[in-house]
């Protein structure tokens, strides 16, 4: 299963070394990352999401709250959670048509685009990362050229 | 507030935690800390290695279940303490490290004796600390001691800068402070602990498994209280070794790898477990899969984490393994539940504990393992503390010398890192000096250790030493002999050195006992010195330990003696 953790740490240099390396030395994924301090300059709060059957969660969650630097560890229900990626897209242009096709799918997809040169687009799109998934597939067919992603970055919704 | 150098800082801290001695060497980088030992009254015990140094702490940490502190130059000084670190954190043992490190403005230029020992350390440490002002340092040794011996116990390493020792600050030594992701206590668990008692009143086949945290947890009478009232038979883990007595009738000892025959069988063919303190680890199930799907399983751990990652429990208790226990025995009493009557299990448990007694084949000759330790037990008396290095006689000892009082048997069982036993012997006699202190030793791991006989002549900590001298290095020569079809590589020790000259030349007493008779006087001799001592007993370096389940196999697949 896919897993979206998110940890409030206290901000002090170190602590992505130690919560990277836990995950190494126990034999678990990073799916992706993203780290930002918290409207509370002394934290920071990491969003992980990572891959594993129900038993490896359970343990990556509870090895990370084991951890001392760790103030909370919530794995977080998709369900009841906004969590969205940055993605940039630099995309071939071969065709007369592509610009055009490729703004299409922008458009159809809510993404930005920037720097249009001759021969190459930037697509800027903030999604969920199955649809930032299933955008690469769409544009693969021009010539993708280069990627580059934020890791996902995760809150709960309120209750009421 | 007083004005005074971190040095100076850190060592009025540790008297304030109580601190008595250090066990430690000095080098450029932590000569500030040396030179305060001039003005306090902390007592400085010279090691002859780092390594040495980090499992004398260690011992005494087990022992006397405080902190051992250790201090280590930064470079190899720093990384020659790593094993030792990890040693003690794989055992869950309270120790605090204390390196000295290159002055700040040094710090990632690859200074002379520079390592990044904060990096390298943060696997095998509970926590590690690197103040980089004079003034943090009160508050840093305040919050390491704490960490080091709460909840599950672990190392703690402390690194300072030369500059942060020398350097002056207005010190505050305050006992108030917060550390907001460390919560090492939970509240007893009664939900949880009286569902474990229906679960165990309604098994027909229950036992218990005792691992380390029960000895951590000094948690003996409890277990014992438990057993007795409900009449559970008693297994432990290696690590667990003596969390009950093991003359009990109750006592099947330690299952596993290398576990008693007739632990291994009643383990395996209990229908329900109540584990304590145990992180079921593949040398004390080997693998669990035969058997667990009969196997209901009871799980108390003050570490929260290792309740579902080596095993999948149907109930968890996590907190203070005595806590809950104590909780248990409670409850017992309450719904006055008293088992006095002895099941047909409880019937079997004793009945297959005496097949075995009469019928392990023991090695032949006079010199055999099993009755050079049995003699060692007849005369050490029970409340001695014993360690162990790592090896075929670490596994003899678990077999065949049995501890009579609870929590005095140490080794190092997650790491199994040789050499251990001796200097952690010499914590231990730190820790408890009135006590007889013994090292059973194999050569091979004495070897790596051996010139901490330094330490314990000069500093006048008497331990023995107990070599069962095989010549080689035995466990490995037992795996060449049953897995690699006898090819004998790298294991011939070809009787060097002479450990009988060798302790001389250290100023200890060397004494070879090649019959029962010599070793009989050679203990009452040890026993009776004020000088450490080196008992070198010849031994038949074919003697296999067994029973034996090999690597990847089920307990109930046992190589017994042919």
Redesign the interface.
């Given at each position: 299963m896919w897993a979206i953790l998110s940890l409030l740490?206290?901000n002090k240099p170190?602590i992505l070394?130690?919560v990277t390396?836990l995950f190494r030395?126990r034999n678990f994924n990073i799916d992706s990352i993203s780290v930002g301090v918290t409207e509370n300059p002394d934290y920071s709060k990491m969003t992980i999401t990572t891959l594993g059957d129900k038993?490896q969660i359970?343990?990556i969650v509870?090895?990370l709250?084991?951890?001392?630097?760790?103030?909370k560890v919530e794995h977080l229900d998709e369900h009841k959670t906004v969590y969205r990626e940055l993605s940039l897209f630099k995309i071939r242009l071969s065709n007369a048509n592509d610009s055009m096709e490729i703004n299409k799918l922008a458009n159809a997809y809510g993404a930005k685009v920037h720097d249009v040169k001759k021969d190459s687009i930037m697509i800027e799109l903030t999604a969920a990362p199955a649809q930032i998934k299933a955008f690469k597939e769409l544009v693969r067919p021009f010539g993708i050229l280069d990627i580059a992603r934020t890791g996902v970055a995760a809150l709960q919704r309120s209750k009421a | 507030m007083q004005n005074m150098t971190g040095a100076k800082a850190l060592m009025t801290a540790m008297e304030k935690e109580g601190v008595k001695q250090v066990f430690g060497l000095p080098g450029g980088a932590n000569l500030p800390m040396y030179d305060e030992f001039a003005r306090c009254n902390i007592r400085h015990i010279l090691a002859r290695h780092e390594q040495s140094a980090a499992h004398m702490a260690d011992g005494f940490g087990r022992v006397s279940r405080k902190p051992g502190v250790c201090f280590a130059t930064s470079g190899p000084g720093a990384t020659n303490i790593l094993t030792g670190i990890a040693t003690a954190q794989a055992d869950s043992a309270p120790m605090v490290a204390v390196t000295g490190q290159v002055p700040v403005g040094m710090i990632g230029k690859d200074a002379f004796q520079e390592s990044d020992i904060?990096?390298m350390a943060?696997?095998v440490v509970?926590?590690a600390f690197q103040p980089r002002t004079a003034k943090e340092i009160p508050e840093v040794v305040k919050k390491g001691f704490f960490?080091a011996e709460t909840g599950r116990p672990g190392p703690v390493l402390i690194d300072i800068p030369k500059d942060v020792q020398t350097n002056e600050a207005e010190m505050i030594f305050q006992d108030e402070f917060k550390?907001?992701?460390?919560h090492p206590w939970a509240d007893p668990d009664i939900v949880n602990v009286e569902k474990a008692i229906d679960m165990l009143l309604y098994a027909k086949k229950p036992i218990i498994l005792a691992g380390g945290g029960t000895i951590i947890s000094s948690a003996f009478a409890e277990l014992q209280a438990v057993a007795e009232t409900l009449m559970l038979p008693v297994v432990t883990t290696f690590k667990g070794k003596g969390a009950f007595p093991e003359t009990h009738p109750l006592s099947l000892g330690p299952i596993g790898m290398h576990g008693h025959a007739e632990a291994n069988k009643m383990m395996t063919e209990a229908d329900c477990v109540l584990a304590i303190g145990t992180r079921f680890s593949d040398r004390s199930v080997g693998t669990f899969e035969a058997f667990e799907k009969r196997l209901k399983i009871i799980h108390m751990d003050v570490?929260?984490?290792e309740?579902?990652?080596n095993q999948?429990a149907q109930i968890a208790v996590i907190g203070d393994v005595r806590v809950n226990l104590r909780v248990m025995v409670k409850l017992l009493l309450q719904k006055a539940i008293k088992k006095t009557d002895e099941s047909p299990w409880v019937r079997h448990v004793k009945e297959t504990k005496a097949y075995w007694k009469e019928n392990l084949k023991l090695h032949p000759g006079e010199m055999g393992a099993a009755k050079v330790l049995r003699k060692l037990r007849e005369l050490l008396p029970a409340e001695s503390i014993v360690t162990t290095e790592v090896g075929q006689h670490q596994m003899w000892a678990s077999l065949f010398y049995d501890v009579i009082q609870p929590g005095t048997f140490f080794s190092s069982t997650g790491l199994g890192t040789m050499g251990w036993g001796f200097p952690a012997a010499i914590g231990a006699k730190v820790a408890k000096p009135d006590v007889p202190v013994v090292d059973i030793a194999g050569d091979g791991s004495f070897s790596m250790t051996e010139n901490s006989l330094a330490t314990a002549v000069l500093e006048d900590i008497p331990v023995i030493v107990f070599i069962l001298n095989n010549s080689s290095l035995g466990m490995v020569a037992q795996w060449q002999r049953t897995f690699y079809n006898r090819r004998m590589i790298g294991v011939d020790q070809k009787g060097c050195p002479d450990y009988v000259k060798l302790a001389e030349s250290y100023g200890a007493q060397g004494i070879r006992a090649q019959s029962i008779a010599e070793l009989d006087s050679a203990i009452k001799t040890a026993l009776g010195n004020n000088v450490a001592t080196v008992i070198d007993i010849p031994i038949d370096p074919e003697e296999d330990v067994l029973p034996f389940v090999a690597p990847g196999t089920s307990l109930e697949d046992m190589i017994l003696p042919s």
């Open positions: 740490v206290e170190g070394f130690k390396h030395s038993r359970d343990q509870k090895q709250d084991k951890m001392i630097d760790t103030v | 904060i990096g943060n696997p509970k926590y960490i550390i907001q992701g460390y570490d929260p984490a309740i579902g990652k999948t």
